[in-house]
Structure formats: C-alpha cells, structure tokens
C-alpha cells in the first residue's frame, strides 16, 4: 500500500500564495521512480487535473487555469512531492489531492493513490 499525506492548505487571499506538501511511503513504494501530481475538487465540481511531474523532476505539466501561476516540484531523498500556488484566484478554492498519477494516450491523468486531500481557501 502506497500512504499519501498531504499538508499546508489554509486561507489565503486573492494575490497570495500557499505552498502544499505530500510525503509518500509505503514499504515496496519507490517514490523515486513514479510520477506524482496533484488533483483538486472545488465544491459542486468534480475532481480536476491540476499538475504532475515525472520522477526525475524533468517534466513538468499543468493545467491550463494554473500554468504560470503553479509550480510543481519533488524532493525524491524525501519522498516529497510539492505544489507552490502563486497568485491564488478565489476559484483555486477546493480540496487539494497528492496523487500517484499515471497518463494514457488520450492525455488524460489518472491517480492510482491518493491523499485525503488539503483545503485551500481563497478569499476574495
């Protein structure tokens, strides 16, 4: 089993920043050698892509509503994946998800485990 604990979520206002953690663990889990990536779920939505990145740190993706303003990272000697959000809109309100996550050729992003999830709060 893959355990996926996040922190940092709070109340920020419109302009501000909060900056998100996941430490993964698990006994035959190597984080070093998975993508990871971020989902979140704002109320009355369902759960969105936000961001991942593959597990050399490389690559890096986002979505559309956050690029420029987020910015994903890891620390694989910590088994810790991070999310920098910049310039918080009130709709990047919702509950943030660390995930295992996986694509397919469609493009789509898949988790395979999740967090329990972190809430943001954005005022306006």
Do not use: H
């Not at 998100?20 to 990536?37: E, H, K, P, Q």
């Not at 936000?50 to 303003?69: L, P, Q, T």
């Amino acid at each position: 089993q893959v355990q996926l604990v996040e922190s940092g979520g709070g109340l920020a206002q419109a302009g501000g920043s909060l900056s998100l953690s996941c430490a993964a663990s698990g006994r035959t889990f190597v984080f070093s050698s998975r993508t990871m990536g971020w989902f979140r779920r704002a109320p009355g939505e369902e759960r969105e892509f936000v961001s991942a990145i593959d597990w050399s740190g490389n690559s890096k993706y986002y979505a559309r509503s956050v690029k420029g303003r987020f910015a994903i990272s890891r620390d694989n000697s910590k088994n810790t994946v991070y999310l920098q959000m910049n310039n918080l809109k009130p709709e990047d309100t919702a509950v943030y998800y660390c995930a295992v996550v996986r694509t397919e050729l469609g493009g789509d992003w898949y988790g395979d485990y999740w967090g329990q999830g972190t809430q943001v709060t954005v005022s306006s």
